[in-house]
């Protein structure tokens, strides 16, 4: 079944090599840009965040078969972990310092209540995803993992190419 995941891991393969290239734009800031400089910080991080559930995500649908005894356990136990982390700090630190009047770009704002509800609901879906296949308190179902990991992937490419426009605006002096 790796056949299914080729789109999605060149997708990722792609966000993850530009995700490097936004990385280096916010870390670099003129003197006009140092009021901005607590959105560069949170940008870096959650930047940092989604290349680790991305690099995560190719390396568990790279495993096959899926064996609750074999390594692969931990390592979908881990990206289980690293996914709901890297959703959660979209929500707590991005999406709410925009929610709470911290940021004040109207590009921001139009851009972040777009998106928003999308995040929601890939938010839903992550969580179905990590109470079915993290390991910390009950037997992996592993029966379709496949299918799971396919749907999973689609939806956060999809994410992903929404938040990269937030990102965007967000280190825009």
């Known amino acids: 079944?790796?056949?299914?995941?080729?789109?999605?891991?060149?997708i990722f393969q792609t966000i993850i090599t530009n995700s490097s290239g936004l990385n280096a734009m916010?870390?670099?800031?003129?003197p006009d840009e140092e009021r901005r400089v607590g959105t560069q910080g949170i940008v870096d991080k959650?930047?940092?965040e989604r290349q680790q559930m991305l690099?995560?995500?190719?390396?568990?649908?790279?495993?096959?078969p899926f064996e609750p005894d074999k390594p692969s356990k931990q390592l979908l136990k881990d990206y289980c972990q690293v996914?709901?982390?890297?959703?959660?700090?979209?929500?707590?630190?991005?999406?709410?310092r925009i929610s709470q009047g911290e940021e004040r770009r109207k590009a921001v704002l139009d851009i972040a209540?777009?998106?928003?509800?999308?995040a929601v609901e890939v938010t839903e879906l992550v969580v179905a995803f990590n109470d079915k296949y993290d390991t910390s308190d009950h037997e992996q179902e592993m029966g379709h993992l496949d299918?799971?990991?396919?749907?999973?992937?689609?939806?956060?490419?999809?994410?992903?190419e929404m938040e990269d426009r937030l990102v965007a605006v967000m280190q825009k002096q």
């Open 83 to 96: 996914l709901v982390d890297y959703m959660a700090f979209g929500h707590f630190e991005v999406y709410d």
């Open 113 to 118: 209540s777009e998106i928003y509800p999308r």
């Open 46 to 48: 959650w930047l940092a």
């Open 1 to 10: 079944m790796v056949v299914i995941y080729n789109h999605e891991l060149s």
């Open 55 to 64: 690099v995560l995500y190719c390396q568990v649908a790279g495993l096959e």
């Open 26 to 30: 916010a870390e670099t800031h003129s």
């Open 147 to 160: 299918k799971d990991l396919s749907v999973l992937g689609e939806e956060l490419a999809s994410l992903v």
